[in-house]
């Protein structure tokens, strides 16, 4: 019943920026921990950065300061701002949400050319 919808991705150059959304119905995000995962072609998922209930925030090391998570309690939506991305964040962009059980997002691919 739970349904996350990630938006946001496209193709840019290095350098650009992009900003992610992540939106549900059905579920309030601000009582939960969420996380940004993102999956390379022929890798395996990895966590991109993460926002608890209480607001606190952590990021994967390759993120460097580039990336921020946060929430708008107010549209109920959780974004991930990206800026001076590098080819090397290509990938699909996947929302994550925990409560009881955990859900996924499809996904949102992202596209960084040099």
């Known amino acids: 019943q739970v349904q996350l919808v990630e938006s946001g991705g496209g193709s840019v150059l290095a350098g650009e920026s992009l900003r992610l959304s992540c939106a549900a119905s059905t579920i309030n995000f601000r009582f939960y921990n969420m996380y940004w995962y993102r999956q390379a072609p022929g890798k395996q998922r990895e966590l991109v950065a993460g926002i608890t209930s209480d607001g606190n925030t952590n990021y994967a090391d390759f993120v460097e300061g580039r990336f921020t998570i946060a929430r708008d309690n107010v549209k109920n939506t959780i974004a991930l701002q990206m800026n001076s991305l590098k080819p090397e964040d290509t990938a699909v962009y996947y929302c994550?949400?925990?409560?009881?059980?955990?859900?996924w997002g499809q996904g949102t691919q992202v596209t960084v050319s040099p």
């Open positions: 994550n949400l925990v409560a009881r059980r955990t859900y």
